[in-house]
């Protein structure tokens, strides 16, 4: 299965409560509603939806929603 850039936006945005502002291009360590709780909940859900372990060295470098997103195809590629 193939995964769009909307499909992982949508999961994303189902982890916050103030989805309106989440987008490809959000920076998401800089929403309000970030911290270390809501790191691994992202990393769960991205391995819940997606089937993907995001390491944590990558997970890291990831600025934007869409750099976690081209990691997670990059990985599912490589699987």
Request: glycine residues 2%; charged residues 25%.
């Amino acid at each position: 299965m193939s995964v769009t850039s909307n499909e992982f936006v949508e999961v994303i945005k189902g982890l916050f409560a103030d989805a309106s502002s989440i987008n490809a291009e959000v920076r998401f360590r800089e929403l309000d509603e970030w911290s270390s709780m809501q790191a691994l909940i992202l990393i769960a859900a991205v391995d819940e939806h997606f089937g993907v372990t995001l390491p944590e060295k990558e997970f890291r470098k990831a600025n934007t929603v869409e750099d976690l997103f081209l990691l997670t195809i990059s990985l599912k590629k490589n699987a």
